[in-house]
């Protein structure tokens, strides 16, 4: 029964399994066991998802950022059945395999410079840790064992393991946890609408630009191993830096031999309307690349790094000194994934995702600006695909207050009930839909997303609270 339509059960049942037995990510332990809020989500096509009620919704995050070419896409669930049955695995510590081989010379194609070479892990996570774990690896050989130190930003997001968590700098991630932070080094974010009273927006990169340089002198540059950054802050609420601040920051790691990882795992695969964002769009070759999400647009995990020739030839062929790369999974680069991967990049070229987006975001972009003469609404951007619509009460608060987050969770449940996900991060209503999306879907978004914030603006007032 399960093989041919999906579970027996009903709704209520699957319901009370979950909140029996499931935990899930960032659960809220003192929900556990309850009803706790999560919705559960039954099917899906194109840029819409059903719940196990029936409600149908446009995906306003992509899931996480992730469904680019849309859900239901049969070219991708048949290379993914075709390969099951091909071959379902291959230990990738001892074999290789076709689909990974070919996907690996896809993404090299894609990547800029000479980013030629491709490691595979499982996700955005696995990417990240292991770009940082080649860094080790990397300094180790050279015989520079004090160069180890990452630097990365206040708000960045790079990933759940013991090494990506530790780098990443929300605050709301850490309570409760250790961190492995006696090799990472925080500068502030490049958050232009929280920058300093009174600082014009070219100050503020001299500024951050300023910071970086002190930090690595501070720390000294032959301690400092990589600088690692997304190019627009995703989860920190698409945070887009100055115009000029990778490339005044890659010229700094160049002169002190620091590697820079463009954590690409958001912007990779067409949601700045390119397959990588780091050339296009931010004018810099950097020497890694990670990249996840949209390289399977969800269907499948997968993630990986890619990464210059020139960085790589250093520590291979006759500079290797007898090393092993000893970093990977049973999971690196499976083939399924992979296969996935490749009928992925089809429907793109078929689709010619990468024009459309080219042509569809500036429409996007200036429906959500709309959303700003509401005056619930703070600050409104994005670039690409990706847009943020941050709820602030108080525009003389720096940062984000409580109130404000909560405020975005009633912005969040009327949108749910009007037809649109949100999932809000903090006070911030951040939207990365499927790239397929169309005019007449944005529409219908922004619509729904401006009468919620109309329906919190009146109940605020109605409650006295604003
Ligand atoms: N890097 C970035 C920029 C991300 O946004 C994420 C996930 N949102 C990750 C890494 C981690 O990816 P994953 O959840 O697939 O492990």
């Known amino acids: 029964m399960y093989i041919e339509k999906g579970s027996q059960w009903n709704a209520a049942e699957l319901e009370t399994a979950a909140h029996e037995h499931l935990i899930s990510p960032a659960e809220e332990m003192a929900k556990l066991g309850t009803s706790g809020g999560r919705p559960m ?36 669930a048949d290379a993914i059945s075709a390969q099951a049955l091909r071959l379902c695995y291959n230990s990738p510590w001892y074999s290789l395999s076709g689909p990974a081989a070919e996907l690996s010379k ?7 410079g000479d980013l030629n070479h491709v490691f595979f892990t499982t ?4 990417a990240v840790d292991s770009a940082l774990r ?34 990443s700098g929300r605050a709301g991630n850490r309570p409760n946890f ?27 990169l001299d500024h951050l630009i300023a910071g970086f340089e002190e930090r690595v002198n501070t720390l000294g540059p032959d301690n400092v191993g990589a600088f690692l950054a997304e190019p627009l802050l995703a989860s920190g609420g698409i945070l ?27 912007t990779g695969f067409g949601r700045c309307g390119h397959w990588f964002a780091s050339e296009e769009v931010f004018d810099i070759v ?24 020139k960085v790589l030839s250093r520590v291979s062929g006759e500079n290797a000194k007898g090393s092993y790369y000893t970093n990977g999974y049973t999971y690196s680069g499976h083939p399924v994934s992979c296969a996935a991967a490749l009928a992925n990049i089809e429907v793109f070229e078929r689709d010619n995702i990468l024009e459309h987006v080219r042509d569809i975001a500036p429409y996007f972009q200036e429906k959500l600006q709309e959303l700003k003469t509401l005056p619930l609404v703070g600050d409104v951007r994005g670039t690409g695909l990706l847009g943020c619509v941050e709820c602030v009460t108080n525009p003389e608060d720096t940062e984000a207050s409580e109130f404000d987050k909560q405020v975005a969770l009633r912005v969040d449940r009327y949108c749910y009930e009007g037809g649109l996900i949100v999932r809000p991060i903090g006070s911030m209503c951040v939207l990365s839909p499927a790239l397929i999306i169309t005019k007449e879907q944005i529409d219908e978004m922004v619509r729904i997303l401006r009468d919620s914030i109309v329906k919190v603006q009146d109940e605020l007032k109605a409650e006295g609270l604003w």
């Not at 099917?43 to 029936?54: C, E, F, K, L, M």
């Not at 896809?106 to 800029?112: K, L, M, V």
């Not at 990778?246 to 795992?265: F, G, M, N, P």
């Open 41 to 76: 989500f039954a099917s899906a096509d194109g840029v819409y998802i059903w719940d196990n009620r029936g409600h149908k919704l446009l995906d306003g995050p992509g899931g996480m950022w992730c469904t680019q070419v849309g859900y239901n896409s049969k070219p991708i």
């Open 106 to 112: 896809r993404i090299s194609d894609f990547a800029p």
């Open 123 to 126: 996700g955005g996570s696995s």
């Open 134 to 167: 080649f860094v080790q690896f990397y300094n180790n050989v050279l015989g520079r064992p004090t160069k180890k130190a990452i630097i990365c930003r206040i708000d960045g997001y790079h990933g759940s393991t013991h090494l990506t968590a530790a780098c």
């Open 178 to 204: 250790d961190l492995a932070l006696e090799n990472v080094s925080f500068i502030s974010a490049p958050n232009v609408f929280r920058r300093p009273k009174g600082m014009t927006e070219a100050q503020f």
């Open 240 to 266: 887009i830096p100055p115009k000029g601040y990778h490339a005044r920051i890659l010229e700094i790691c160049r002169k002190h031999d620091i590697l820079y990882i463009s954590d690409e795992v958001v």
């Open 286 to 309: 950097p020497d890694i690349i990670t990249f996840a999400k949209g390289v399977t647009s969800g269907y499948v995990p997968l993630g990986g790094f890619v990464i210059s020739d």
